[in-house]
């Protein structure tokens, strides 16, 4: 059975930091392209950030230098780190995964978890 369990998330204030997880299991996940998406209620859903197998990173404008995207392999996990946190940062964080490794298209998906950044 594929699983994503994102975890993590919580209630910050603007300026905090937060690291969320995401648990894999059920497919190979060490060759997978994996992402995070989130959305904010009445907006568009948007691709937060994304690193290929091999390390390779990439940021949406919105969060680069902020966020941080990383893995551990050999604990199926996929992090990411918030840091400098706003307002604008709430929302319903998604972890997802490409086992094909082209990153285009997103086969599995978890639950998500709520960001809420106030102060």
């Known amino acids: 059975e594929v699983q994503l369990v994102e975890s993590g998330g919580g209630l910050v204030q603007p300026g905090g930091s937060l690291r969320l997880s995401c648990a894999a299991s059920?497919?190979?996940?060490?060759?997978?392209?994996m992402s995070w998406f989130r959305q904010a209620p009445g907006k568009e859903r948007e691709r937060v950030a994304s690193i290929h197998s091999f390390g390779s990173t990439t940021y949406s404008d919105s969060v680069k230098g902020r966020f941080t995207i990383s893995r551990y392999n050999a604990k199926n996990t996929l992090y990411l780190q918030m840091n400098s946190l706003k307002v604008e940062d709430t929302a319903i964080y998604y972890c997802a995964a490409d086992p094909g490794g082209s990153g285009i298209w997103h086969n599995y998906w978890g639950q998500g978890t709520q960001v809420t950044v106030s102060s």
């Open positions: 059920g497919f190979t996940f060490s060759s997978s392209y």
